[in-house]
């Protein structure tokens, strides 16, 4: 009550001179082409909006509820940026020894979209990539793991630009994550049911933190 107080007290320091009503909105909101979006507020998130630099990993469905998920898995990325993003050479790394190298002139437009579809042949499009198959690639962890984007194929901290892990700590790229600044030791997303995603809260906030994501009944890609 007493904040609500002072935070109106504040707004009335700033418009004394405007009579009308002022509405505050609990929501987060942007603007994308005219277009507003409304996110769920919470307290982790409580911080101003500013504009991303980097592509983030925002929704993974690694556990499909079908018998057999190979080739239903999947990575969704979001680029929130000021503009256009040259992805050619980033390596998507979230199985040992496996990993998706984006192909040359892959190009992600500002507030767009990409899934990567985990070991499945396809065609590749502006919104959805596949890794292909091979007889040594692997399906993601069913109740742990972890997803990891690179500048380029070199694995270190210098060249990691985004992060999360499921299930438990402790995964492959965690450490140099951890040493990059963009993830904290020991910080995992509670593993979620079958045929369920984890999916960022609010894809346009970045605070590397566990609980940025939520469990995701009906999972939805490129939105």
């Given at each position: 009550m007493f904040a609500t107080i002072v935070l109106l007290a504040s707004f009335a320091s700033l418009w004394g001179g405007v009579f009308g009503t002022v509405a505050i909105s609990s929501d987060i909101e942007k603007s994308e082409n005219n277009k507003f979006e409304a996110g769920e507020w919470d307290d982790d998130l409580a911080v101003p909006l500013t504009q991303l630099d980097h592509i983030v990993i925002t929704e993974v469905l690694y556990d499909d509820s079908s018998d057999d998920d190979t080739g239903k898995e999947w990575i969704e990325l979001y680029n929130g940026?000021?503009?256009?993003?040259?992805?050619?050479?980033?390596?998507?790394?979230?199985?040992?020894?496996?990993?998706?190298i984006f192909p040359g002139g892959f190009k992600l437009s500002q507030f767009s979209f990409v899934v990567v579809h985990w070991n499945l042949v396809g065609s590749d499009s502006a919104t959805d990539l596949y890794t292909g198959t091979?007889?040594?690639?692997?399906?993601?962890?069913?109740?742990?793991?972890?997803?990891?984007?690179?500048?380029?194929?070199?694995?270190?901290?210098?060249?990691?630009?985004?992060?999360l892990e499921y299930g438990a700590g402790g995964q492959t790229a965690e450490s140099k994550a951890a040493d990059a600044g963009i993830w904290t030791a020991g910080d995992f997303i509670p593993d979620v049911n079958e045929g369920y995603s984890i999916e960022k809260k609010e894809k346009d906030i970045d605070l590397n933190k566990a609980s940025e994501f939520k469990d995701q009944s009906i999972p939805t890609p490129k939105k």
């Open positions: 940026t000021d503009g256009e993003v040259d992805m050619s050479g980033m390596d998507l790394f979230a199985t040992t020894g496996d990993d998706f091979s007889d040594s690639f692997d399906n993601m962890g069913n109740t742990s793991g972890w997803v990891a984007l690179f500048k380029n194929s070199t694995h270190s901290k210098d060249t990691i630009i985004d992060y």
